[in-house]
């Protein structure tokens, strides 16, 4: 069964960007209410996550022969993430 949160059409267009989810998330982390501070550490965290690892990799994809285009999708949406304007 796919989840339908994560098909095209059903992922809810008043999300925040996931920039902002980040930021918001290390602000709630330090006590802080002003997650807007935190915009370049969030940024930061998340380029830091731009190669996924082979044990990410293989959590993916455990039983196959390659990872195929897996590592470079995996980028592109850490690319995304990172220059992801704020609404």
């Not at 995996?74 to 220059?83: L, S, T």
């Amino acid at each position: 069964m796919v989840n339908s949160a994560y098909t095209k059409g059903g992922v809810t267009p008043a999300s925040p960007p996931m920039i902002e989810r980040v930021a918001r998330a290390i602000a709630r982390n330090l006590g802080d209410a002003d997650w807007r501070a935190y915009m370049e550490a969030a940024r930061a965290a998340v380029q830091a996550m731009r190669q996924p690892t082979v044990e990410m990799l293989e959590a993916a994809l455990p039983d196959a022969p390659d990872w195929g285009y897996l590592p470079k999708d995996w980028q592109r949406m850490i690319d995304h993430v990172v220059n992801e304007p704020l609404n």
